[in-house]
Nanobody, 125 residues
Framework: VQLQASGGGLVHTGGSLRLSCAASGRTFSSYAVGWFRQAPGKEREFVAAHRRSGDSPKYADSVKGRFTISRDNSKNTVSLQMNSLKPEDTAVYYC???????????????????WGQGTQVTVSS
């Protein structure tokens, strides 16, 4: 599976951005998909994930109520709608996909097999 993330940019506090991740390769619908982010000098951290159709997505506490992950298996894409952005959301955002991921591991970056190249999100105060 190859992943290509896009949609990052520069926004002011309170603004919105929509990130997209296009997947190619194997059957996308069978994979769990997730978004992670990494700020300068910090570890890559979990943002949101969706295991499979019918499951509820999971979100980091810091983005709950502001971010929404969605997937379109017919187009092999996963999106992250980000609203009410804050300066602390500034980071490089990565999409990821993996197989065999269970609910208890979907927030762990080590569970994912495939990663996109990252897209920069900068929120100015």
């Amino acid at each position: 599976v190859q992943l290509q993330a896009s949609g990052g940019g520069l926004v002011h506090t309170g603004g919105s951005l929509r990130l997209s991740c296009a997947a190619s390769g194997r059957t996308f619908s069978s994979y769990a998909v997730g978004w992670f982010r990494q700020a300068p000098g910090k570890e890559r951290e979990f943002v949101a994930a969706h295991r499979r159709s019918g499951d509820s997505p999971k979100y980091a506490d810091s983005v709950k109520g502001r971010f929404t992950i969605s997937r379109d298996n017919s187009k092999n894409t996963v999106s992250l709608q980000m609203n009410s952005l804050k300066p602390e959301d500034t980071a490089v955002y990565y999409c990821a996909a993996g197989s065999g991921i269970i609910i208890t591991t979907m927030m762990r970056k080590m569970a994912y097999d495939y990663w996109g190249q990252g897209t920069q999100v900068t929120v100015s105060s």
